[in-house]
T-cell receptor, first 113, second 106 residues
Framework: NAGVTQTPKFQVLKTGQSMTLQCAQDMNHNSMYWYRQDPGMGLRLIYYSASEGTTDKGEVPNGYNVSRLNKREFSLRLESAAPSQTSVYFC????????????FGAGSRLTVL | KQEVTQIPAALSVPEGENLVLNCSFTDSAIYNLQWFRQDPGKGLTSLLLIQSSQREQTSGRLNASLDKSSGRSTLYIAASQPGDSATYLCPLGARFGAGTRLTVKP
């Protein structure tokens, strides 16, 4: 998954704890995305950022906040983790030129107890 | 709201078969169209990209076509192998459907 680095790869939290998932791209593209994938299900868009300084809600934004710190970095924060947020989280960037061509990170597996 | 429907949801075939996976969209304003595969417990790997000016793209045993007028794309896999077993995804923009889970039996 060259071009997108996600940290951490694994994390276990207790209910109510907070944490931030980090995502960084090395390709200087405008668009970045956060998805979650629950077992046996497809990817659902949490938040996206069309450019530095802008963020927008996706399909399932409740319980999450994001920050587009600069063009390279897009972080996802869980302020008060809940068991329902146990999932695998994927970050992606999109190449411009008409519509996005997506490149994904390797994923971050989060378990909330 | 853009919707992506992938048919079939799951497919199990013996090794060597040719097969077709289907993807349809409610929004026909399609630009680029990517096909991904996802192995269990892994990330997404881009397989093919059909750019806005193209109707199809080929890579090895894979051929993907796009019909913008009908809002459909198909992924053709020739001479399937057990290593092709994975979930195949075709997002519309940034929105994904549930995918097609393919199992190729030796």
């Amino acid at each position: 998954n060259a071009g997108v680095t996600q940290t951490p790869k694994f994390q276990v939290l207790k209910t109510g704890q907070s944490m931030t998932l980090q995502c960084a791209q090395d390709m200087n593209h405008n668009s970045m995305y956060w998805y979650r994938q629950d077992p046996g299900m497809g990817l659902r868009l949490i938040y996206y950022s069309a450019s530095e300084g802008t963020t927008d809600k996706g399909e399932v934004p409740n319980g999450y906040n994001v920050s587009r710190l600069n063009k390279r970095e897009f972080s996802l924060r869980l302020e008060s983790a809940a068991p329902s947020q146990t999932s695998v989280y994927f970050c992606a960037y999109g190449r411009s030129s008409g519509a996005n061509v997506l490149t994904f990170g390797a994923g971050s597996r989060l378990t909330v107890l | 709201k853009q919707e992506v429907t992938q048919i079939p949801a799951a497919l199990s075939v013996p090794e060597g078969e040719n097969l077709v996976l289907n993807c349809s969209f409610t929004d026909s304003a399609i630009y680029n169209l990517q096909w991904f595969r996802q192995d269990p417990g892994k990330g997404l790997t881009s397989l093919l990209l059909i750019q806005s000016s193209q109707r199809e793209q080929t890579s090895g045993r894979l051929n993907a076509s796009l019909d913008k007028s009908s809002g459909r794309s198909t992924l053709y896999i020739a001479a399937s192998q057990p290593g092709d077993s994975a979930t195949y995804l075709c997002p519309l923009g940034a929105r994904f459907g549930a995918g097609t889970r393919l199992t190729v039996k030796p």
